[in-house]
């Protein structure tokens, strides 16, 4: 285990949407919705699905035929980025039924506001890991060797070792997690205010 592996960092970079938000959680501006839901359009639904969603949010409503020819993406292409995006319910649609053909015609509108259930839900989520982690750093006793610095062992795995590193033989010394948990219940803290203060 890494020595400069504190959980916090692991834990909100790896989803970037939160990272996003977290870090323009003052009162969000339009430009700030606006590039929290391009985030999650990307990353939930792919590059290509950002080009129509803001196609889309430019228009009260479009057909899939009107966003295809603004973007130059293929209808089909299209017609699959729009039902993904309804599944996360970041698009809704209408349709209209054509007396004469029969055919209906659907009428698509972006959804930002389900942009914040999604952000909530994906804080709690971090927070999850986050408390997780904090009983296991609390829960251990630590070990590491000082040529070593990169390297983090249990006392379990110390005393397997005979606590010797087991990459160059040095005895192998305590390492003092207090820092490392005290940023963890710092950061469970925000993170429990943020979503106690997010409207849904």
Known sequence: MKLGESGVATAMKNDKVVQLMHEK????TKETKNDVFVSVVEELVGEDAVRVAIALSKRKEATDEE?????GIKLNDVRKILYKLHNFNLATYRRIRDDNTGWFTYFWKINKE??????KSRKKLVLEKLKERLEYEKSKMFFYCPN?????????EAMESSFKCPKCGNMLQHFDNSEIIKVLEEKIKELEKEINGTSS
Do not use: H
Request: avoid cysteine; proline fraction near 4%.
């Open 114 to 119: 389900r942009i914040y259930d999604l952000i």
């Open 148 to 156: 070593d610095g990169d390297t983090r062992l249990t006392f379990e």
């Open 67 to 71: 966003i295809s020819q603004e973007t």
């Open 25 to 28: 959680q003052q009162k969000p």
